[in-house]
């Protein structure tokens, strides 16, 4: 859904520096930092609401599944879309009118702003990590860093370490891994703490004696996660129908990754080489063979 831009065609011929996209909506940001949209109304496709707001001064744009969030050059951030997801931020805008310095996507319905000297400011669902308040002590200062999975949200804070929030089968809940967490989920030594719903990659023991040194990044899926090693070197581990079984393109593996990005059920892995390695399902981007 969102493959029909000829609404907005004549928008798109030049100019566009980035598109960022939800579920079933685009937004194309221009060079003169204004925003295009098209795609499913409800999801983010009409921004005539706050097209005003779009219309100039526009740096980034980030969407999660129904909803997009934009931050402006004066510190602000605008958004629209599903409000469940949640394109209305009212109820915090005096938060988010300044100050701002990044805007994340954190989860399927939630979003994050990092606000001057690290302060962090959460909405959307309370299902999805739109509400931290639970851990709003531990993010008034600090902040450098946030992600999400589809239902929780961590956040990683100058001194190294970690604070997490949402629902507590699928991240939000570290409690079990706390004292592992007050450096950094990736350590210093390159090891990797995971924590959250098993199957879906909270469980790495398959693979912990791969990641037990080394590791320099850690990419996840809908259910499973791959971290690229000093080496350049892929480990996969969680859910096979998620892409952690990378067994079939394993010897294009062993060295040279330099960069992984994910779908929900598929991974995408750049060499030194500028070649391409993909994984996982099909459907989702796993085959590239095309």
Known sequence: ????????????????VQ??????????????????????WKHGGDSTAVATFLAEGVVQVCGNTGAFAALKSNGSVVTWGDTFSS????LIALLLAKD?????????????AIKAYGILVTWGSHFYGGDSSK??????????????THGACAALLANGSVVTWGEDSVGGDSSKVATLLTEGVVQ????????GYDDYGGDHSPVAALLTEGVVQVCG????????????????????????????????LTEGVVQICAGDMAFAAIKADGSVVTWGDSRDGGDSSA
């Open 87 to 90: 394109g209305i931020s009212s």
């Open 221 to 252: 899926s809908g259910g499973a996660c791959a971290a690229i090693k000093s080496g350049g070197s892929v480990v996969t581990w969680g859910d096979d129908s998620y892409g952690s079984d990378s067994s079939a393109v394993a010897a294009l």
């Open 188 to 195: 210093a030594d390159g090891s990797v703490v995971t924590w």
């Open 19 to 40: 598109v960022v996209a939800t579920d079933s909506a685009f937004a194309a940001i221009k060079d003169n930092g204004s925003v295009v949209t098209w795609g499913v």
């Open 100 to 112: 701002v310095a990044q805007v994340c996507a954190t989860s399927m319905n939630a979003f994050a």
């Open 1 to 16: 859904m969102g493959g029909d831009s000829s609404s907005v065609a004549s928008l798109l011929t030049t100019g566009v």
């Open 135 to 148: 851990v709003a002590p531990l993010l008034t200062e600090g902040v450098v860093q946030v992600c999400g």
